[in-house]
């Protein structure tokens, strides 16, 4: 029976997406684990493998479509022994049907299970692929692919892993934790969700039509929104309006940071050729706030309306600006990392960030951020939290400025940080502990490498 590939949804929240080009053509053989399209996301490019094998007999949506809805039929894959030629696909923008389950014959033996509905939920992401954020049809687990290689190399069935990423996925912790003997038992029934309360409505401003009225016709050009763009004025706007910001600045001396930098710098072992690193201050001011954030444990939080989640390690975002938008690759456990490791990553995902080559568990989650425009000469800004994050600093350009040392005037490098925090889980004492805290690391920051 032909299977159709359907587009999948590569993040919890993601509607539609770009289907940016196809690997494979029609005719070709597809094994397990091949990678088939790549699909652009309003965040990055992904890669799509198949977990099916067959033929590729039709391509539905061609290469180059844009806004392809997520669970539309995009291709269709004939199985062993039959024509690829014959098989007729779908059209394009058909949404997969639903069919009733089959009827089994009584057993004797046990009770039958209840029945399930015929009419079932539309599946949340396509048939067929293995693309590290969502389910696939049939009885395969839910399930990344970091979590399937790992479960494999440990012999467990992930049929009886109860998964606890976005929607119920299996994702590497669960993995660890069923080697420690929670795969045991099998995942026990998920329990139905609660109704939702309709969302407030956003604030909205004046209307599109309401807005050019304002201008001369032919004096402007009209660039449609791509799905970062919108992305990112639906979280912020949101955050803006649900998040109690509060903000707190102070002023750090970087002379002795600017010291040890280039220090540690001219000190840089070669590989290849090449220094093995090349600290910025903007590495260190990502240490310093990991650092202080380990000190300040209370503060290195999230808030949920039920409980508060207070996290074991600090997962750094660092926002990196590229074109048309934003996005905040995240340094896992930064406190633990050294400064040339911090380095070395933040180029690497920057980079990627910028060709749109991040996955998803590079971006999404992490505890805190840095928002950092001292590059242009920015003197002082706040930052807007990017949930579930409870804080994130904006840093500064480092300028001299005329200090008093010992009652006297003096020069001194200064950069102004400006913590933004969600008073909900953080005080404004707690917040002034970190910053604090944060002070003292960017001041001596010898402390860093011990």
Known sequence: MPTNILMPALSPTMEKGNLAKWLKKEGDAIKSGDVIAEIETDKATMEVEAVDEGILAKIVVPEGTADVAVNEVIAVIAGEGEDAKS?????????????????????????????A????????????????????????????????????????????????????????RDIEAAKQGGAAKAAPAAAPAAPKAAAAPLAAGPSDEATKKLFEPGSYE????????????????????????????????????????????AAAPEKDGKPAYKLS???????????????????????????????????????????????????????????????????????????????????????????????????????????????????????????VKNGALAIATVMSVTLSADHRAVDGALGAELMQAFKGYIEKPMAMLV
């Open 281 to 403: 201050v903007n590495d260190m001011v990502i240490k310093a706030l990991a650092l202080a954030l380990r000190d300040k444990p209370e503060a290195n939080v999230s808030w949920t309306e039920a409980v508060m989640l207070r996290h074991k390690q600090v997962d750094v975002g660092v926002a990196v600006a590229i074109p048309n938008g934003l996005i905040t690759p995240i340094i896992r456990d930064a406190a633990r990392k050294t400064l040339s490791q911090i380095s070395n990553e933040t180029k690497d995902l920057a980079g990627r960030a910028k060709n749109r080559k991040l996955k998803p568990e590079e971006y999404q989650g992490g505890t805190t951020a840095v928002s950092n425009l001292g590059m242009y000469g920015v003197k002082e800004f706040t930052a807007v939290i990017n949930p579930p994050h409870s804080t994130i600093i904006a840093v500064s350009a480092g300028e001299q400025r005329a200090v």
């Open 222 to 265: 009209e660039i449609p929104h791509d799905g970062m763009r919108k992305t990112i004025a639906r979280r912020l706007t949101e955050a803006k309006q649900t998040i109690p910001h509060f903000y707190l600045t102070v002023d750090c001396e970087l002379d002795a940071l600017l010291k040890l930098r280039a220090e540690l710098n």
């Open 117 to 172: 509905p015929v009419s079932q939920p539309a599946p949340t992401a396509a048939a067929g692929l293995n693309t590290g954020g969502q389910s696939v049809s049939g009885d395969r687990p839910f399930a990344s692919p970091l979590a399937r290689r790992l479960a494999k190399d440990a012999g467990l069935d992930l049929s009886k892993v109860q998964g606890s990423g976005p929607h119920g996925r299996i994702v590497e």
């Open 87 to 115: 098989i007729s696909a779908p059209a394009a923008g058909a949404a997969p049907k639903a069919e009733a389950p089959k009827a089994e014959p009584a057993k004797a033996e046990a009770p039958a299970a209840p029945a």
